[in-house]
């Protein structure tokens, strides 16, 4: 019987040694763990941060080919503009001209027209 309960005390001591070292080993994973964690975290900004400078490069490149569109748009449209503008005048000018070179023929084909809008419009409030 002594030497079923020295085996059973060798055997918890051994069991007691075990729960000992599986917690220091735990422990030392946790902690290695931790590190490759930290270090993972650490890379993970760095490509972060270097993601974002990226991004903010290629803004600014489109911002700085946005601006030249508008630029391209808007001097395009003052051409525009200016070219309408020219063309109107110089209509206005015709018109004004051949008013008063005859202006009873003007003032009957004006009549005439005004007739038949308003003959035109009347006939839409029947």
Do not use: C, H, W
Not at 2 to 25: H, I, M, Q, S, W
Not at 80 to 91: G, M, V
């Amino acid at each position: 019987m002594a030497n079923n309960k020295t085996a059973r005390a060798a055997v918890k001591d051994d069991l007691n040694t075990l729960k000992d070292d599986l917690k220091v080993l735990g422990a030392e994973e946790k902690a290695a763990l931790r590190e490759k964690a930290t270090a993972a975290e650490a890379k993970v900004r760095a490509k972060a941060s270097e993601a974002e400078a990226k991004l903010r490069e290629q803004a600014e490149v489109v911002r700085e080919r946005a601006r030249g569109y508008y630029d391209t748009a808007r001097v395009r449209g003052r051409e525009y503009y200016d070219e309408a503008s020219e063309r109107f005048d110089e209509a206005q000018r015709y018109v004004v001209e051949r008013v008063q070179e005859r202006p009873i023929q003007s003032t009957a084909i004006a009549l005439g027209v005004g007739v038949v809008l308003g003959l035109l419009l009347s006939g839409r409030r029947r």
